[in-house]
């Protein structure tokens, strides 16, 4: 896909560090799938794996956590 933001490159297959930050639980994931821009950087995630890691934040919010860093899995 050629990328919203620049409108220069098309994206290419890699990796993205995401952050999430709700209520008192920050979460960092790791090596998350993405497609990003080679010319200026910008990172997009597709649903399915959007999805996944928001529903690892949930149950880590439901458990009481309030920092946690892991490298991204399939669910």
């Known amino acids: 896909m050629r990328c919203v ?3 220069q490159s098309k ?3 890699g990796y993205s560090i995401v952050t999430l930050e709700r209520d ?5 994931i790791k ?10 950087g910008e990172e997009y995630v597709d649903e ?5 890691f928001l529903e690892t ?3 880590l ?3 009481g956590a ?3 860093i892991r490298e991204y899995a399939s669910a």
């Open 5 to 7: 933001i620049c409108k």
């Open 11 to 13: 994206t290419r297959p």
């Open 24 to 28: 008192d639980l920050t979460l960092v």
């Open 31 to 40: 090596r998350v799938p993405a497609q990003v821009c080679p010319n200026c």
């Open 48 to 52: 399915t794996v959007a999805g996944n």
């Open 57 to 59: 934040a949930e149950k």
């Open 61 to 63: 919010a439901d458990a």
């Open 66 to 68: 309030q920092v946690d």
